[in-house]
T-cell receptor, first 117, second 112 residues
Framework: DAGVIQSPRHEVTEMGQEVTLRCKPI?????LFWYRQTMMRGLELLIY????????DSGMPEDRFSAKMPNASFSTLKIQPSEPRDSAVYFC???????????????FGPGTRLTVL | DQQVKQNSPSLSVQEGRISILNCDYT??????FLWYKKYPAEGPTFLIS?????DKNEDGRFTVFLNKSAKHLSLHIVPSQPGDSAVYFC???????????FGSGTKLNVKP
């Protein structure tokens, strides 16, 4: 399996522009997670999906952020309009189950480094 | 408020010595803990885990210790190798939680 695939790997945009980050989870994984990594706060969970349904979006910072999962193999995280403070690395992760046990770890993609000027 | 804290942003250790990375948590409901390792330009990868029914779990050079009363866990790497240089995240969860809470990470530098 190719693992979790994210695109683009790098994104540089100007303040006010719309940004769309994409993720393809590992096939067969029922859970998909979006994280943001910053120096100050480390890895923050933004939102997660179970079987394409958003379960917990309490980590989404503002209404400018939205996420969708139209099918089991694709998810997007959109920021509109983007601001300089959104600059961070955004990770997508998938898991066969979020519970406990040896098989319940999350598999992360390589991340998208977003820079908003 | 962060429920999982890694208070040391960085740690430098000589090759061959022991590296000890620490993690504290505040939620007493957490009963499953993991460590992830992250290299630059890559996503975090799972390293080792421990359930609250244990106080120690060992995998090769890596050992995780859990002190439930102190709400503290630590990762020991013995002996440390230059290839261990990375950012290490601890994470915690519980049976009724469908997500993990991550710490802010500790950057380990193992000097040759």
């Amino acid at each position: 399996d190719a693992g979790v695939i994210q695109s683009p790997r790098h994104e540089v945009t100007e303040m006010g522009q719309e940004v769309t980050l994409r993720c393809k989870p590992i096939s067969g994984h029922d859970y998909l997670f979006w994280y943001r990594q910053t120096m100050m706060r480390g890895l923050e969970l933004l939102i997660y999906f179970n079987n394409n349904v958003p379960i917990d979006d309490s980590g989404m910072p503002e209404d400018r952020f939205s996420a969708k999962m139209p099918n089991a193999s694709f998810s997007t995280l959109k920021i509109q309009p983007s601001e300089p403070r959104d600059s961070a690395v955004y990770f997508c992760a998938s898991s066969p189950s979020p519970g406990q046990g040896a098989s319940d770890t999350q598999y992360f993609g390589p991340g998208t480094r977003l820079t908003v000027l | 408020d962060q429920q999982v804290k890694q208070n040391s942003p960085s740690l430098s250790v000589q090759e061959g010595r022991i590296s000890i990375l620490n993690c504290d948590y505040t939620n007493s409901m957490f009963d499953y803990f993991l460590w992830y390792k992250k290299y630059p330009a890559e996503g975090p990868t799972f390293l080792i885990s421990i359930s609250s029914i244990k106080d120690k779990n060992e995998d090769g050079r890596f050992t995780v210790f859990l002190n439930k009363s102190a709400k503290h866990l630590s990762l020991h790497i013995v002996p440390s190798q230059p290839g261990d240089s990375a950012v290490y995240f601890c994470a915690a969860s519980a049976k009724n939680f469908n997500k993990f809470y991550f710490g802010s990470g500790t950057k380990l530098n193992v000097k040759p």
